[in-house]
């Protein structure tokens, strides 16, 4: 069964700094795209940003500025490095991963937490 396993998530102080982890046991020749959704509270999950295995990326608008997304083929894994975080950056961000042989297989789940 394919794992997924996501660390980095906190609390900080609005303008702080976190970065996401997320590794997968599937095989990283059968990763299409690795990326992050995150969910606010009352709202529906929506797309942060993702990278497939060629290093095309994407990171939506309104975090562009201040959000990037890395990925480790070697390691199955992608990173999520968020600057200047804000209120509004709390929500509980999911990392996803799609594949070849799974299809779409989601993590846990790490709350991120903005707040003075």
């Known amino acids: 069964q394919v794992e997924i396993v996501e660390s980095g998530g906190g609390s900080v102080q609005p303008g702080g700094s976190l970065q996401l982890s997320c590794e997968t046991s599937e095989n990283s020749l059968t990763i299409l795209t690795m990326g992050w959704f995150r969910q606010a509270p009352g709202d529906q999950r929506r797309l942060v940003a993702f990278?497939?295995?060629?290093?095309?990326?994407r990171v939506v608008e309104r975090v562009q500025d201040r959000f990037t997304i890395a990925r480790d083929n070697a390691k199955s894994a992608v990173y999520l490095q968020m600057d200047n975080l804000k209120p509004e950056d709390t929500a509980v961000y999911y990392c996803y991963v799609d594949s070849d042989i799974s299809g779409r297989r989601w993590g846990q789940g790490t709350q991120v937490t903005v707040s003075t």
């Open positions: 990278m497939n295995r060629d290093g095309v990326s």
